[in-house]
């Protein structure tokens, strides 16, 4: 068998199948597009699945691929064994109502053979027990003889995710030889017999239930076949570690560690996860993850840390991580070029991940050290919950990070009481959020008996409604009184429950004989909208008919706001890249705030870029248009954002002309010139991989804007200019104070110069040192540091000494020669006790340190004993 690279296996088989007539397709991103099922692309044919069911068409109805994959589930394996890892491409050759088994058969058996050469008595084939077909296709067609065809259950050669299209699969092994294990076929070992090729019969599509599966009116072919396996044959390597191209990437971490690959076990295994981490990291940067702490941003943090953690058992000190990750780009940037182009945004984030668990990782291993060593000397092999959280919540440990090291020790960590301790804090969190209206007591209601709310409000500003139910402080009432306060359950409401980050509505209900302001409005998961009231006058009663009545201002400026949530999410990704996602938001009728995945803080530049894009899309007049879709349906049409009701069957997209499109449930203006303006007041991190930009509109942004212009008319007032000369006499006041700073610095040397002259003629010796001490009143802490600067400027074997009172304070400042301290000098020691003198405390490092007091009068007492306390140090 000819020897075959890597990249060499990929392009021969894609030139294969399009010799075949199959559509050659790139690989789609690690992030799904339209497939809200998927965290990331785990199979070749999940980005597919849509071509599958005939809800979208190719120019051909075949095609081939090589699918960028990435699967955590067996990341405990990974490193272990020969072929598991978190990132691989997955070769595929697919059928969407053309061919089916015979061909898909025939294809596979003369690409494995003939293109690749392998070794035809070496194959294995299974077939699902109840696929006749298959079977006799292989025996009859192929050749196979019947004892090198196995015929297996559903567990073993049915494929399907948790829905969609799924069917009975033929898998393809090779014999590796007894080299590696014994066994007679490929259900006895599967280290000696591995699977290279799975070839799946889609018939059916499997349904959310998981139990439904219904026939496919056109069967389709989809084949998977791990291109590292391939090439760990037709290189004749132990595992896909060893591959020739990922040479340089191993003899970096060697290099980089002073170990080498083979020497141990344990060495392997850690290498071989940074070579598999360092390729998954690469690739889910470049498709525009960030780490986070939920979802696929969860999952390349994991990764990031994990292959940090190993690199550390390795001996590896420091950041390490890009420099792996540099070995990767080099192997795959032909077939993906743009890997090379954002190289640069790849380091990046994968530095800034790497840096912000370094600060933390040295801390909780110690403490996870500690704790192991004493568990195991209890003999009681169990780490309790309690540690755990300390190690998530303090160092930022993952939980599976902690399981995976107390893994190694034979040590079994709490998981139960970890998740109680979790809990306890979502708890917290959660409590510590709540604002007022009494908004606890509502948690206890029991609403079930009424019907949900109808929410008119998208329509109109006021409505006829009906009191359906009264509570107060918990308790179903029958009345409320003028004075008190409580919550109104009606039939229909045009207030706006909180909800998708905007506020609740305000406004008032009015009756016969009563009114009531509505504070706050509320709705639960039944869409049971509470009003949280104040009676003004009279008394509330259900089943009667009341006018609801919304403030219209504070609406109004809520839905600038939150319109301009959309326009600012829009302009980020134009600014910054696609792989922004929002992260959360708030809008109320005073500002927005909008939380983004991005890996650094924005410059001045990115920020006004953003402003403008925003205030031009305002400036455009974009018309706001809303439609009900299925969810599927809305997902195709490109909109994004965050939806709290994204698991509904309908959603609501909301279009901002052709500029922005997004599900999204809360009020907007008809037009984007309503919103008036928007400024960005800052932007800021607010978690790792996570930033926060807070603005204002409309009014708010005109009164800041005011607020400017009476600020700048002040300041012409205090400097007496007029007109637009304000810039140039600040100017000219700048370089005015500069040249008198630099003067003062001047007069400042000189007079320290001329005191480290005095100061030098009082000097006494000690222990082969020179002494300088003395007591300079009325010095700051700056000055007196500048002074024991200047004395120490080009001097050897020198200790300061220097004290000062102002304002009834006191300052010590103290500096040991290197050679001082190395027989026993230290500067915080001496310090510390002079301020206990008098009536303070201080401390420092060896060679300098300061300190402070409360009592003047003792200073000159403290300096007495300076002699003696340095005879002692000085040893």
């Known amino acids: 068998m000819k020897k075959i690279s890597l990249n060499e296996c990929r392009k021969i088989f894609l030139d294969f199948f399009e010799a075949q007539d199959h559509v050659r397709l790139k690989s789609f991103s690690l ?44 990341i405990d394996n990974v490193g272990k064994t020969a072929r598991h890892g978190t990132f691989f491409e997955m070769l595929g050759n697919f059928s969407f109502g053309d061919y089916f088994k015979r061909e898909a058969i025939h294809w596979a058996w003369t690409f494995l053979t003939e293109k690749i050469g392998l070794d ?26 019947a004892d090198k065809i196995l015929k297996l259950g559903k567990e073993d050669n049915f494929w399907e995710l948790d829905q969609g299209p799924c069917g009975p699969c033929s898998e393809i092994h090779y014999d590796r030889g007894p080299a590696y294990g014994e066994g007679a076929d490929p259900t006895e070992n599967s280290d000696r017999f591995m699977e290279i090729w799975n070839l799946v019969f889609t018939q059916f599509d499997r349904q959310p239930d998981g139990t439904t599966y219904i026939p496919l009116a056109h069967p389709n072919i989809d084949t998977g076949m791990g291109l590292e396996r391939l090439a760990l044959i037709t290189e004749n390597k132990d595992n896909i570690f060893e591959l020739e191209e990922f040479m340089p990437l191993r003899e970096k971490i060697e290099e980089l560690s002073g170990k080498k690959y083979g020497q141990s076990q344990k060495v392997d295994e850690s290498m071989r996860i940074i070579i598999d981490h360092s390729k998954a990291m690469t690739f889910l940067i470049h498709d525009g993850v960030v780490p986070s702490n939920e979802g696929r941003g969860y999952i390349l943090r994991r990764l990031i840390r994990r292959a940090y953690r190993h690199g550390k058992l390795l001996g590896i000190t420091g950041e390490f991580l890009t420099k792996t990750m540099d070995q990767v780009i080099p192997v795959y940037r032909e077939e993906y070029p743009g890997l090379t182009e954002s190289k640069d945004r790849i380091f990046k984030i994968a530095v800034r991940e790497e840096e912000n668990f370094q600060k933390t990782i040295d801390q909780g291993l110690e403490l996870l050290e500690t704790r192991l060593e004493e568990i195991e000397k209890s003999g009681k092999k169990i780490l309790s919950g309690e540690d755990a959280f300390k190690l998530y919540d303090t160092y930022g440990f993952p939980l ?13 960590v709490d998981v139960e009481s970890f998740q ?18 009494g908004w606890e007591d509502r948690k206890s209601l029991d609403l079930s008996a009424y019907p949900s709310t109808q929410f008119t409000g998208y329509e109109t500003f006021q409505g006829d409604v009906e009191l359906l139910a009264l509570f107060r402080e918990g308790e179903e009432v029958k009345a409320l009184k003028a004075g008190q306060e409580g919550q109104v359950l009606l039939d229909q409401t045009p207030f706006y429950g909180e909800g998708g980050g905007q506020v609740g509505d305000r406004g008032f209900l009015e009756g016969q004989g009563w009114k009531a302001r509505v504070l706050d409005t509320q709705k639960d998961k039944d869409d049971h909208y509470l009003h949280e009231v104040e009676v003004i006058e009279g008394i509330l009663k259900v089943n009667v008919r009341a006018e609801a009545v919304l403030d219209k201002d504070y609406r109004r400026d809520v839905m600038k706001n939150h319109s301009a949530t959309h326009l600012l999410n829009k302009a980020l990704h134009q600014v910054l890249g696609d792989h922004v996602n929002q992260a959360g938001s708030y809008v109320d009728d005073r500002r927005l705030r909008f939380d983004f995945s991005h890996y650094e803080a924005l410059t001045d530049q990115e920020l006004e870029e953003v402003e403008d894009i925003v205030n031009q899309a305002i400036h455009e007049a974009y018309p706001v248009h809303t439609d009900l879709l299925p969810l599927q349906e809305a997902m195709k049409t490109g909109a994004i954002g965050i939806f709290e009701d994204k698991y509904k069957d309908t959603v609501r997209v909301v279009s901002m002309g052709d500029f922005s499109k997004e599900l999204c449930g809360g009020t907007h203006v008809e037009n984007t010139s309503r919103i008036g303006s928007f400024r960005i007041l800052f932007e800021q991190g607010i978690s790792s991989g996570i930033r926060r930009i807070e603005a204002v509109t409309g009014r708010t942004a005109y009164r800041l804007a005011k607020e400017d212009r009476e600020t700048i008319e002040e300041a012409k007032d205090l400097i007496k200019v007029g007109g637009s000369d304000l810039k140039e006499k600040i100017l000219k006041l700048l370089d005015d104070n500069k040249e008198l700073k630099r003067k003062l610095a001047s007069v400042e040397s000189k007079m320290a110069q001329d005191l480290s002259k ?6 006494q010796e000690i222990a082969g040192f020179t002494l300088v001490k003395d007591h300079l009143s009325g010095k700051t802490m700056d000055e007196l540091k500048g002074t024991a600067d200047a004395l120490k400027e080009g001097k050897d074997k020198m200790i300061l000494v220097l004290a000062s009172d102002l304002e009834g304070k006191v300052f010590w400042v103290v500096s040991m020669d290197e050679e001082a301290v190395k027989v026993g000098g230290h500067a915080g020691k001496l310090v510390k006790e002079l301020a206990q003198m ?10 300098f340190a300061t300190a402070g007091g409360k009592d003047p009068g003792a200073i000159e007492r403290a300096l007495a004993t300076v002699e003696e306390k340095l005879k002692d140090q000085l040893k």
């Open 838 to 847: 008098c009536g303070g405390n201080g401390g420092g490092r060896p060679n």
């Open 31 to 74: 992030v799904p597009e339209d497939d809200p099922s998927l965290l990331l692309i785990n199979a070749g044919m999940a980005p597919l699945k849509l071509y599958f069911m005939g809800e979208k068409k190719m120019a051909k109805d075949r095609a081939t691929s090589s699918q960028c994959c990435v699967r955590t589930a067996d």
């Open 420 to 437: 109680k301790k979790m809990e306890d804090q979502r708890i917290q969190s959660r409590t510590n959020r709540k604002g007022g209206h």
């Open 400 to 412: 599976d990070l902690t399981w995976e090291i107390t893994k190694e020790r034979g040590i079994e």
């Open 758 to 763: 005095k100061l030098e003629s009082q000097t």
């Open 120 to 145: 035809k008595d070496r194959l294995w084939v299974s077939v699902f027990e109840e696929d006749d077909e298959a079977y006799g296709i292989w025996k009859d067609e192929i050749g196979i003889s």
